[in-house]
């Protein structure tokens, strides 16, 4: 039986990939998230930096530091996956290559965020 919806119609609230709405919040939820972090970040660089090594060890050990950056760090890393793969979806046409480029940068970002974490507790508990 032919569809007799038109094409908005047929279209209406789906994104290419039926959740374009989703993606484009989480991308603005992120960016938002990362302001206050990277300006905290900044600003703590440049506090402890010129008290050497060791006060930045001791910031770093800090419980609420800790949480601090691994949030800047993983939502970071979420955001450019999110960003990434907007570009992925509009400049790669071959499907196979643009889930695998997606799994990719999914993987990256995971893994970049535990190998932070894991970097985090070393400098904080030595190692």
């Not at 970002?109 to 904080?124: E, K, P, W």
Request: proline share 3%.
């Amino acid at each position: 039986m032919a569809d007799l919806r038109s094409p908005v119609a047929r279209v209406r609230g789906l994104g290419s990939a039926r959740d374009g709405t989703h993606h484009w919040w989480l991308q603005r939820v992120t960016a938002v998230a990362l302001v206050p972090l990277v300006i905290w970040f900044a600003v703590s660089l440049l506090r402890f930096a010129p008290e050497g090594q060791a006060a930045v060890r001791a910031w770093i050990a800090s419980p609420v530091t800790m949480v601090m950056l691994i949030l800047a760090i993983a939502v970071g890393l979420w955001h450019a996956a999110l960003g990434m793969q907007v570009v992925v979806e509009d400049y790669v046409h071959a499907k196979g290559w643009r889930i695998g480029l997606d799994m990719a940068m999914k993987f990256i970002a995971v893994i970049g965020s535990l190998a932070a974490i894991v970097a985090i507790f070393r400098i904080a508990f030595g190692g």
